[in-house]
């Protein structure tokens, strides 16, 4: 079975063809950060303005790298909440008017679950149940993955996610938007011992998250240390940040990994591309015998096989919309 996934939540235009929900056989992304990046992060009017323009060129390039059909496709699904309203609206409406053109079934699809989906393209012997870490610029969630469509939230951040807290802390050295990949980078030749950042206490579920306490205590020594007219080592405070981050979510997990007995991991988003908490939570996972996905690094940001994976799975779970009052929804979490 092929479904044709649509992908507008943020300021990625994308669509693929996926079989199955595990072979990507099309995929093609429109990606607007060149443009964002002259402001500093993702403008929601510019974004939701491009993806009207692009939807069509992107839907049809996708069909003409495969070679494929109207014929060749069984299903649509569409990204419709988290995330930019305006963003998500065009996809939405874009499958709705596609979906009643061709009768074909239309599939609402959660962006956080599709994330998640990335690693069925990747691992074909994945399957739920398992231990989920979506950890991108809209969020940080641990979540209990019951059954492909039935997730359960265990923690997430009570203020910035990771993603955010990369980006935010990038800007702060005048890096360029966005900052992850690039601190990333920048971190291997940095020393991680030079700042020491707190841990924040977090109430609530111990598996919640804090992130806002961290990029103040950074955002705080970079400025002191202009004010002592000292060299801003951008490397340095790369590492010493990325160290506390990934320390924290290592932390996080193993608290989790004990509670629910997990024998399964998977990591999911964009900061899931991170090389430090990649190969932090591999030995945490070798050391607690349990075994860690993670997906390839095209599949971490937000793409379209994504979405037309997990909408395989809705689809085989019943869930097909049924009619055309689907709306999007800025910010549900599943
Ligand atoms: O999942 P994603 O593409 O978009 C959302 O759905 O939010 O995630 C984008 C986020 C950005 O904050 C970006 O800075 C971060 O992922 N990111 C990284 C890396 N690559 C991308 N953060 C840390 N390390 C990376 N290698
Ligand atoms: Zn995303």
Known sequence: MNILGIETSCDETSAAIVKDGRKTI???????????E???????????????????KVILECFKRSNSSLSDIDGVAVT???????????GVNFAKGFCFATKKPLIAVNHLKAHIAANYLCHEDLSPPFLGLIISGGHT???NVLNYCDFKVI?????????????KIGRALNLPYPAGALIDKLAKKGDETKFKFPKPKVSGSQFNFSFSGIKTAVLNTINKEKQNN?????????????DVVSKIICEKIFLAIKKYYAKK????????????????????????????????????????????SQGFFEFENGNIEKDFSLNAVANSLF
């Open 265 to 308: 991991l998977v990591i999911a988003g964009g900061v899931a591309a991170n090389s430090r908490i990649r190969k932090d939570l591999t030995n945490l996972c070798y050391m607690n015998n349990v075994k860690i996905y993670l997906p390839e690094l095209k599949y971490c940001s937000d793409n379209a096989a994504m979405v037309a």
């Open 155 to 167: 923690g997430k951040t009570l203020d910035d996610s990771v993603g955010e807290a990369y980006d």
């Open 141 to 143: 969630i641990i979540v």
């Open 80 to 90: 419709f909440s988290p995330g930019l309203i305006g963003s998500l609206l065009v």
């Open 26 to 36: 099309s995929l093609t992304i429109s990606s607007q950060v060149k443009e964002h």
């Open 38 to 56: 002259l402001y500093g992060g993702v403008v929601p009017e510019i974004a939701s303005r491009r993806h009207i323009e692009n939807i069509n």
């Open 230 to 242: 000292n060299e801003i080592l951008v490397e340095d405070f790369a590492a010493s940040f990325q």
